[in-house]
């Protein structure tokens, strides 16, 4: 099946196809690139949300109470649950769907997991195509909730619109807080497990770590993280996260949307040009030449400059060569400006 036909299929409301299509993100699988152009009209009406945090926080679980409200409030769901991969065999206990079994029989719900496999900040490789492909195919919310590795998780940022950061007492969770880069990726802040000893210190804990950060930006014109706090078990304060993201939501679109959006679309194609050269220059070079080289008492930074020397110097020779061309377009524009004017 080719990737227009696919794509056709999927702008035709089709599970199969946004099953399929997905699985060609993550596969990294040749047709989906064609596939993607087709249906990228149809991208960026989703609001997603990033629901990340430390392990135990409960994410799953909050994730799916979360789905739960959205779907009360009207919103369709498609959820990306990203399961961490063993680092010995690559494979994920993919887990987190059958945490959220009882939202499968939702007909405006639909659940992906996927494996992180060698994926960096808690998040999959093909995360943001996987969320590009559920938001063409018409979902409301596009909900990606994160490998639990606590303050790495910086790339659901990059991924999302709104990131949920989620937190429980009596996990040390308020001091790792006070840390400035949990705070800076928060666009809401949950205490989670709120019924629990503790919970009430852990909220004032981050509401403090908040002030000061707001007085630090000296009155700059920024979004007021909130905290909430939630009980998934007790299915308790769900609905205020909701009114948090959605606050956050339209907090945003009186602000830059358009611009924030275009800016972490510059991110991945930063990534993806990283991900490609680095695919290819290790294609070239197996571990094996490398310890040999090392073998040789040449330093890291030796070895490294002779595999970047070939890409660099075409980079260089590239970029001579088109501005010895727009200088030649000049002048010749030039001259005949000049043959005018005389």
């Known amino acids: ?22 699985s060609w993100a993550e596969n990294a699988h040749p047709a989906f690139a064609d596939a993607l152009a087709a249906i990228y009209p149809r991208v960026g009406k989703a609001w997603r949300v990033g629901v990340t945090g430390p392990p135990g926080a409960g994410k799953s679980s909050l994730s799916n109470e979360l789905v739960a409200e959205l779907r009360r409030s009207g919103s369709t769901v498609g959820v990306l649950a990203i399961d961490p991969s063993s680092p010995f065999t ?6 987190d769907r059958i945490r959220m079994e009882e939202r499968t029989k939702d ?5 992906r997991s996927m494996a992180s496999r060698d994926g960096h900040g808690g998040l999959a490789r093909a995360a943001v195509d996987a969320c590009d492909v559920m938001d063409a195919f018409g979902f409301g919310t596009v909900l990606v909730e994160t490998v639990g590795v606590g303050q790495s998780e910086y790339d659901v940022v990059a991924a999302t619109d709104t990131v949920v950061v989620v937190l429980c007492p009596g996990a040390g969770d308020g001091i790792q807080a006070l840390k400035a880069g949990i705070l800076e990726v928060a666009d809401v802040l949950v205490v989670n497990k709120s019924d629990l000893d503790g919970a009430e210190q852990l909220m004032l804990d981050l509401e403090d770590a908040l002030r000061l950060r707001s007085i630090r930006r000296d009155g700059e014109n ?6 909430v706090a939630c009980s998934s078990h007790q299915g308790t304060g769900i609905d205020a996260l909701r009114r948090a993201i959605e606050g956050h939501r339209a907090w945003l679109e009186t602000r830059d949307l358009v611009g924030m959006r275009s800016h972490k679309r510059v991110q991945q194609v930063r990534r993806i040009v990283r991900e490609r050269l680095e695919d290819e220059l290790w294609g070239r070079h197996d571990d094996g030449s490398l310890e040999s080289s090392l073998r040789a008492s040449r330093t890291p930074y030796d070895v490294a400059h002779e595999i970047l020397e070939p890409v660099l110097s075409s980079i260089h020779v590239a970029g001579t060569g088109r501005a010895e061309a727009g200088h030649a377009e000049s002048g010749h524009a030039g001259s005949g400006h000049k043959g005018v004017r005389s």
């Open 1 to 22: 099946m080719t990737g227009p036909e696919i794509a056709e299929r999927l702008l035709r409301g089709e599970l199969f196809a946004l099953s399929r299509l997905i």
């Open 90 to 95: 690559g494979g994920a206990l993919l887990g």
């Open 107 to 111: 007909t405006g719900v639909f659940i």
């Open 222 to 227: 920024s979004w007021d993280v909130p905290v």
